[in-house]
């Protein structure tokens, strides 16, 4: 099987907790011989932001002009989150809530992937038809707050975002989700929080 494990948290492991998380699933699938993984880390990737540029690049390629080096950056990059994407057979995703989102560098990723004619389209009547349900989701989600609770659901625009993406529009199964919430609004029980929440990660892993 071939699982794409994608990072959205800079921060170092002993800071961040969803690197901690997309850490701690590496190391427990890394000697799974049934496994061909591939790390991408939307920090460490040149990823330009998506929008005029690209759709000018868009443009570009059919028509047959030359590319600027900005448009040329976006059509590569994208192109590479897509035959990424292409090729998994799971994508587990390891990121945080920041400021009730995702990090922009994620959202850039999923705008890459975001698009008509590769993980959705529309038929002649104008409804839309998921793409790729033939893929698996994990999703790994560190949050400081209480978002589970019912008066701050909806204020979580990361994990639902993602739920709504990858299931909603691209038609892919999300098999399991981990979150790790509250290690902030509750200093005194962050280490419990989150050393729970790993082993929920390493279970998850283990299924694979």
Do not use: C
């Not at 921060?11 to 890394?30: C, D, H, W």
């Not at 999703?139 to 008066?151: D, I, Q, T, V």
């Not at 625009?157 to 993602?162: A, D, I, Q, T």
């Amino acid at each position: 099987m071939n699982v794409l494990v994608i990072k959205a948290n800079n921060r170092p492991a002993s800071q961040g907790v969803s690197a901690n998380m997309y850490e701690t699933f590496l190391n427990e699938i890394k000697e799974n011989t049934n496994l061909n993984i591939t790390q991408y880390d939307v920090f460490e990737e040149d990823t330009p932001f998506f929008g005029q540029d690209a759709f000018n690049a868009m443009g570009k390629q059919q028509s047959g002009e030359a590319l600027t080096d900005l448009e040329e950056r976006l059509v590569a990059a994208q192109a590479k989150a897509q035959k990424l994407v292409t090729e998994a057979d799971l994508i587990v995703v390891a990121f945080p809530l920041w400021n009730l989102s995702i990090p922009a560098k994620l959202q850039t990723f999923m705008d890459y992937i975001y698009q008509a004619g590769f993980t959705f389209k529309y038929d002649a009547e104008g409804n839309m038809l998921q793409l790729m349900k033939e893929k698996k989701v994990i999703l790994l989600n560190a949050r400081g707050g209480m978002y589970s609770l019912p008066e701050m659901a909806q204020m979580d625009m990361s994990v639902n975002y993602m739920r709504n993406v990858f299931g909603g529009i691209f038609g892919m199964e999300i098999i399991d989700e981990v979150i790790i919430e509250g290690h902030n609004a509750q200093p005194e029980k962050a280490s419990e929080i989150i050393a729970n929440g790993l082993e929920q990660v390493k279970e998850v892993a283990r299924k694979l």
